[in-house]
């Protein structure tokens, strides 16, 4: 029987705060990137699976401030998608928080699609701050929006970034790095997403960034190291950055450490996973596996 | 007649300088970031007078040019300047992905452009750029001719939406444009009529063109239309198309490699419209020299006698 | 005339990945700098081959291109490659000042150039680096129209001195290039005669131009002179002139915007030498789009019918 | 009367080891800088005069190994100026060290000469590793060689590169240090020109780039701080830096305070003195000032 792929409309609200809410979620957007990644025959698996956790918990979490009836509300927060190659898992997110419909998930990669490989903002998809693709440019462009509201608008506005670990391997991230220190943007989040993957394989292989904290400690940052499945873990981490931005003269940096294909086992800390959609066969146990967690989930009664 | 000896020299980067601040008297949302060369290029004049809406960047022209879309897609018109090799290479990808791709309300000046930067040398002689920008889609590009056409440019980017690379100098040079000239990006200035052939130049080179059209006309009689092209991108099809059409023959002058420049943009709409024969007076892909300014633009055949040289030239092809 | 259904489909990829073992087969001094994406653009071959002469530099396209030039001057032979919109844009200011300036000999391999890299969407669709790369003084830059011409030019850009880009893209496409078909750096060739008119091209337009000139005569009885120029820079004038001379009109096509692109420097040759009308067909100044190749190439018209149609507008204008 | 400028034909040869040799190398060397600068009418006057100390050891403490009579020498270890800007310090440096007349010094800047204004390879200077200009590039090609002597070739050269303190705002220049690192170049020694100094102002004011030891430690450096005026540290640096190359599997880091402007005090540090020559007036005082220090020198009988 051929798979039949569909989307439901459930959306969630910025209310979550149990363990098993997070759970839900992630799984929903997990499954939501596994079918918009099968339809589309191409895309990146790997990273958007491993920052599902990250995502629930920021957009679904009451941390990011946010109003999808009025998405370009003048006094929102920002999140800046720095590593736009996980474009699927900004998109299922978005799309469950209620700023464009789910179905549209089913149009991912397509022709005229407003769910274009990577963020476009020339395609006016609801909830994209900017268009990103090429690594580093979107953590300065967040930089831009931090000095804007802390330094020029005087407003209490946040901005987010998520960079990938290959991603800090281009020299502009750190003039970002140096820019947000010197102008003590505590503003500013900085999510590193520590899967030690890329393309080529593991980080540490393919160009060690290695030690990650001291190197934004001397950058001038708050570093806080997380897990970066661990909603409770994240959740502080969100806080404490929350904090920050009211007393700190810092930026804070969470380096997550997380898995490139949390969720899928063939899938989990394979750096082949990277820019890889599953095949229908693929797809199909992963949707088993995802199950399987869901009724763990009800069952545990987290 | 132009009587040269009135005519005064003034930076073009001076022109940017001003433009800026008027830009900042207008309105509160103009910004300026800094890429450690404000003096060079002036930017220091706003930074002096409006020290708040300045930010300092360092010698980060990736970082800077992309700050500058974070801040124009939270409702601010930032300027970034830098010397123009810099300005639009150093931070090519981020230009076009950042700033073109966004289509970003970003300004950038780009000074110290050319040869005539002088005694620095190859390294600091941006030829190039006009190749790259005109070729980013929705960008906006203008290459000034004198102090008051910067400073106009300069203003009338700022009051326009989307991204203006503006392109400008470090010598003093002619200010013959009038206060009252009329500046419309995209329209390009007939400054003399004729019908014997057009010269089409942009910077520096348009008071050389000029010059040497005075000199065709005292010398042999030969009436040059001499045109302003000062916006390279959108191009001005119009008045081209007309110059073809009317003239027969077409020299262009430019501070810029050849390839790919301001000329290149002209041939495009000549053969797609009315191919008439060009020639292309420029830099002929090399890279400079340290020297002074007038010893670098005699050298490279920039001058006036270069530009009625090709004139005479293109009447044998007409 | 060609049987299309004969023909096989490859990546001219294939071509750059194979023609770098092949170098490094025969020369000790070859070296290969990843970008962590050599899987994509297949200089994993090399890695594999010659552990030994690779060396992983992360994501830092700009480091890569000048360590490459630091190696060059020390006598190696090194190669960088990296996807097309960051080997010539993240890097230009290292392209232009320490390759190209230094004359080093370092070889850039830009891949998945062009809207054919498909479902991506626009960001990776370089479409621009012809006009920046052809402006650099002392640069090679070569498009390859198929897997065997991709191949041969880069064996004959790492046994050349001096810096050489070579563009190509990711898809499977046609591969009707010879095993012997003379490719010399510099020379355009003749891939069917003609002097109704002629179409020159590059990278996988070639293909698409010599069925659109098989269209032409199988139903018009029209001979259009297909050529290939592989190389822009430095560009064949002679194949150019004498096409201008014998057809009266000349359509390029490229998968590249038209503004400063290959039609650009041919519109440079012809105006300077016999003005003859020109149609470009290319991209009209606008960003790509996610889609699957064959889609993209229909819906941007660089097709074989836009390039018919093209050839039929071009004649009314002789 | 007007002020003639010669050059006098002394060179020097790379076996000076005591401060007196070195104090009256590097005055010659700051004598060639003003007058080179003053014909010139314009050019670099402050990080040249900052770095002669540094230069004079380098090039003559039998640091860097070199042959002027052969100067393409394979077995040469390398010397890349990546802060182009301060190219007279680097021609008086090589003109002391015989690679072409000193004469020569006196066409810096001029149309044709082989002193291009930033160092030029197609001007054909002997000495000259590479062009500069831009800002952070110098430092990747010294990399590039590194790499090719102590991995491909595997040979015992040295590379040493000097970048400001400014220029290390670059990013590219941190793409550098972490290959560097990444790859254990202990054959490269990266000389940090740390004057506080750039064009726009104080380094730690246009955009601080502190605290830099601990950057460089967490890009897995070696690093020394040294006062970049004190003969006994340069040395000793180079010395531990050479033991390093053969010991340790991190490259070398060599931060070293000096002043810009350094030997005429009213230029002692003073950003605007980053790219201004001295006038004749200027160019008297310096001339006397620096015919005092010689006298001292001497009478010191260091
Ligand atoms: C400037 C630039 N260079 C190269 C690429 C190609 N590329 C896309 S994703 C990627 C790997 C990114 O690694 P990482 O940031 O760790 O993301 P992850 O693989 O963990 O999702 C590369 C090299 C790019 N998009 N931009
Ligand atoms: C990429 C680049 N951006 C800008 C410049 C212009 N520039 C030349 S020197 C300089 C300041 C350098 O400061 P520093 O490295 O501290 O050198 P110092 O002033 O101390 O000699 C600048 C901004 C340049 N040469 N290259
Ligand atoms: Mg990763
Ligand atoms: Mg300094």
Redesign the interface.
């Given at each position: 029987m051929a798979l039949e792929i569909s989307f439901s409309d459930k959306t969630f609200t910025n209310t979550s705060h149990t363990l098993q809410e997070f759970s839900e979620i992630s799984l929903e957007l997990r499954r939501d990137v596994i079918k918009s990644l099968y339809l589309a025959k191409s895309g990146h698996s790997g990273g958007s699976l491993g920052m599902a956790d990250i995502f629930a918990v920021l957009f679904f979490g009451g941390i990011l401030r946010y109003n999808p009836a009025n998405w370009q509300w003048e006094k929102r927060d920002k999140f800046v998608l720095s590593a736009g190659h996980i474009a699927p898992i900004l998109y299922a997110t978005l799309a469950r928080a209620g700023f464009f419909p789910t179905k549209e998930l089913a149009t991912l990669r397509k022709l005229h699609s407003r769910l274009q490989g990577h963020p476009a903002l020339d395609a006016n998809l609801p909830g994209i701050e900017t268009s990103a693709g090429s690594l580093g440019q979107g953590i300065s462009i967040a930089l831009g929006m931090a000095m804007t509201h802390k330094l020029i608008d005087r407003t209490d506005q946040l901005v987010f970034s998520v960079t990938g670990d290959g991603e800090i391997e281009e020299g502009s991230v750190w003039e970002a790095a140096m820019a947000a220190g010197n102008y003590n943007l505590s503003n500013l989040c900085w999510i590193v997403d520590n899967n030690d993957c890329q393309i080529d394989g593991r980080v540490h292989q393919v160009m060690s960034i290695y030690p990650i904290a001291d190197k934004f400690k001397s950058f001038n940052f708050n570093v806080i190291t997380i897990d970066g499945h661990n909603y409770n873990e994240i959740l502080s981490a969100f806080n404490t950055f929350k904090e920050n931005a009211k007393t700190s003269d810092k930026p804070t940096c969470i380096i997550a450490k997380t898995y490139m294909g949390k969720g899928i086992s063939f899938m989990e800390d394979d750096y082949k996973w990277h820019g890889m959609p599953p095949n229908e066969e693929q797809a199909r146990k992963a949707f088993n596996e995802l199950e399987k967690m869901q009724q763990q989930i009800k069952s545990l009664n987290l | 007649m132009i009587d040269e000896s009135k005519i005064k020299k003034i930076p073009t980067r001076m022109g940017f300088g001003e433009g800026v601040v008027v830009l900042g008297e207008r309105n509160p949302n103009i910004?300026v970031l800094?890429g450690?060369?404000?003096?060079?290029v002036m930017t220091s004049l706003f930074k002096e007078k409006f020290p708040?809406?300045f930010?300092?960047?360092?010698?980060?022209e990736?970082?800077a040019?992309?700050?500058?879309?974070?801040?124009?897609?939270?409702?601010?018109i930032?300027f970034f300047s830098s010397y123009s090799?810099?300005a639009a290479?150093?931070n090519?990808?981020?230009l076009?992905?950042?700033v073109?791709?966004?289509?970003a309300n970003v300004k950038i000046g780009g000074g110290h452009s050319g040869i005539t930067v002088?005694?620095?040398?190859?390294?600091?002689q941006s030829?190039?750029e006009v190749?790259?920008l005109?070729?980013?889609?929705n960008m906006t590009l203008i290459v000034p001719s004198d102090y008051n056409e910067t400073k106009k440019a300069t203003i009338a980017a700022g009051e326009m939406n989307g991204p203006v690379f503006i392109r400008f100098g470090r010598s003093a040079v002619p200010s013959f444009t009038a206060d009252n000239d009329k500046f419309e990006i995209g329209k390009a200035n007939i400054l003399k009529d004729g019908n014997d052939l057009a010269i089409i130049a942009s910077g520096l080179t348009v008071w050389e063109s000029l010059m040497a059209a005075q000199m065709l006309e005292n010398n042999l009689g030969i009436k040059a239309r001499v045109i302003n092209l000062h916006t390279i991108?959108p191009i001005d099809q119009e008045v081209i198309v007309a110059a073809a059409k009317d003239c027969g023959a077409?020299v262009t002058a430019e501070e810029h490699?050849?390839?790919?420049?301001m000329?290149?943009?002209v041939?495009?709409v000549?053969?797609?419209n009315y191919?008439?024969?060009?020639?292309?007076i420029g830099i002929n892909?090399?890279?400079g020299?340290?020297?002074?300014p007038d010893?670098?633009i005699s050298?490279f055949g920039l001058d006036r006698n270069s530009i009625y040289n090709a004139a005479l030239d293109i009447l044998k092809r007409k």
């Open positions: - | 910004i800094g450690d060369i404000t003096g060079s708040d809406r930010f300092s960047i360092g010698i980060a990736q970082n040019t992309t700050i500058a879309v974070g801040m124009a897609l939270s409702g601010k930032p090799a810099f290479f150093r090519a990808d981020q076009r992905i950042s073109a791709y966004n289509n002088g005694p620095d040398g190859a390294t600091h030829l190039e190749a790259y005109r070729t980013l889609p991108k077409i490699q050849i390839h790919g420049g000329g290149s943009a041939a495009e000549v053969v797609a191919p008439v024969p060009m020639k292309f892909d090399r890279f020299l340290s020297g002074e010893e670098l050298y």
